[in-house]
C-alpha cells in the first residue's frame, strides 16, 4: 500500500512587522542567564518580548530573570516547578505570542543579528512554498576557547532544506541535527504540532525538528547565529555518545519518539502515516543497542555490528561516521571510548583539524 507524504501545512506571508518572541529555557544557569538576556536585548531586529522560563532552578537564576523584568517591560519570566527540558520548552512556546519564535538555552549566547535573519528566511518561499521553520549552525565556545568550531556539521551535497517529509520517511530519521539554540518556528507551524513529549528522557530540539520536517518545509541559513557554549553542565560535554549513561538516554529517546511521530500524524495526517521500519530493525537504534551492550561488559555483539556495517544507510553515511562505525571493529574498547569523544565532543584540536577540512 502506498502512502502518500503528508501535504506542508499552507503559510500566508508573514505580516509585514511580524511580532517575534524569544523563548530561553533555564535551569541553573543564573550565571551565564544576564549574557544571554543582553545579547537578546541588543538585536538588530528588536524581539517584540522575550519569554523566559525558569524551570525550577536552584540557583539565582530567579533573581536574575526578575531583576531584568523589572527594568525591561519586553522581558516575561515565568517560573515553574522542575519539569525537565522539553516540559520547560512546552512553558516556554505556551507562553510565547508573536508570530515567530526563537529559541534558546539561557547557557548560549545569539548574534545580534540573529532575529533579522532568521525573519529574512522565514520570507523567502522554497519551491513555491513558505517555510514554517529555520535553523542555522552555531559556534561552540568555551571558557577556554572562544572558538571550538560550527556544529552541526552539513556536507554541502546534504544541507537539510526544504521539505524533507519523504526523506524522513525513508531514512526513520530526522536529517536536521541542529541544537535548541539554532531553530526557530513560525506559531502556525508550533500550534500544528502540539504540546512535546515531556518525559524527561526526551530532547525538544529532536521532537520539534522531526515534526517540523514532516509538516513543512525548513529554511536553512548557513552561518552560525548563536555561540554555543561547552561546559561541565551542559548536555553535549565529552559529547552525546561519549559514555554508557548518554548512550542509554539516546536509545530511551528513540523508543519513546516513535510513538508520538506516529500519534501526531495519525491525529493530523492520517493517510500519511509512513510505513516506517520497526524500530529494532533501523540501524541508528542497532548502533546504539550495540554501543550499550559492549560498553556494560557484555562484550562485542558482531552479528547486530555487521547488520550496522552492512546497512545501505551507513554505506552512504559521510566518511567521518563511517570511520566511527568501523572503529567499533577494530579498536579496543577504551580506545574506542576515547575516539568516540574526539569525534562527537569538542577540543581545540578538533576545532583545528575541523578548520583545515575547511567545516570550521
Known amino acids: 500500500m502506498s502512502h502518500p507524504a503528508p501535504e506542508p501545512l499552507p503559510l500566508g506571508e508573514l505580516p509585514p512587522q511580524a511580532r517575534v518572541s524569544i523563548a530561553i529555557t533555564c535551569y541553573n544557569y543564573g ?4 549574557e544571554c538576556l543582553d545579547a537578546c536585548l541588543s538585536q538588530t531586529v528588536p524581539a517584540d518580548e522575550i519569554v523566559v522560563i525558569d524551570d525550577g532552578s536552584t540557583d539565582d537564576s530567579w533573581t536574575v530573570a526578575e531583576t531584568y523584568m523589572a527594568r525591561f517591560p519586553r522581558i516575561k519570566a515565568i517560573r515553574c516547578v522542575n519539569a525537565g527540558m522539553s516540559g520547560a520548552a512546552n512553558a516556554a512556546i505556551a507562553a510565547c505570542t508573536g508570530d515567530v519564535v526563537l529559541m534558546i538555552d539561557a547557557d548560549d549566547v545569539p548574534l545580534a543579528e540573529r532575529v533579522e535573519k532568521v525573519l529574512k528566511a522565514l520570507r523567502e518561499p522554497i519551491d513555491g512554498r513558505l517555510p514554517g521553520w529555520a535553523h542555522h549552525p552555531l559556534k561552540r565556545f568555551s571558557l577556554e576557547q572562544q572558538d571550538l568550531g560550527s556544529i552541526p556539521y ?14 524522513v520517511r525513508e531514512v526513520v530519521q530526522c536529517p536536521v541535527f541542529t541544537p535548541m539554540s539554532g531553530l526557530a518556528f513560525r506559531r502556525d507551524l508550533l500550534e500544528l504540532i502540539g504540546p512535546l513529549d515531556d518525559d524527561r528522557t526526551m530532547a525538544q530540539d529532536m521532537q520539534l525538528s522531526l515534526a ?20 561541565g553542565e551542559s548536555d553535549s560535554a565529552g559529547g552525546l555518545m561519549s559514555s554508557l549513561p548518554k548512550v542509554q538516554l539516546i536509545r530511551r529517546r528513540y ?11 495519525n491525529k493530523y495526517r492520517p493517510q500519511a502515516a509512513p510505513p516506517w521500519v520497526p524500530l529494532q530493525d533501523q540501524p541508528s537504534y542497532q548502533w546504539l543497542k550495540f554501543l550499550e551492550g559492549w560498553w556494560s561488559g557484555s562484550g562485542r555483539d558482531l552479528s547486530l555490528l555487521t547488520q550496522v556495517l552492512r546497512h545501505p544507510q551507513t554505506r552512504a553515511a559521510p566518511l567521518q561516521q563511517r570511520l566511527y562505525f568501523y572503529g567499533a571493529l577494530c579498536l579496543p574498547k577504551p580506545w574506542f571510548l576515547s575516539f568516540s569523544r574526539m569525534i562527537y565532543g569538542s577540543s581545540p584540536l578538533k576545532a583545528f583539524v575541523r578548520r583545515c577540512l575547511g567545516r570550521a
Open 31 to 34: 550565571r551565564f542567564l544576564p
Open 212 to 231: 517540523g520536517s514532516l509538516f513543512s518545509p525548513v529554511a536553512y541559513i548557513d552561518e552560525a547565529l548563536t555561540r554555543y557554549r561547552i561546559h
Open 154 to 167: 552539513y556536507p554541502p551535497e546534504a544541507t537539510p532544506h526544504g521539505y524533507l517529509a519523504n526523506q
Open 255 to 265: 523508543e519513546r519518539l516513535e510513538p508520538w511521530i506516529r500519534q501526531l500524524l
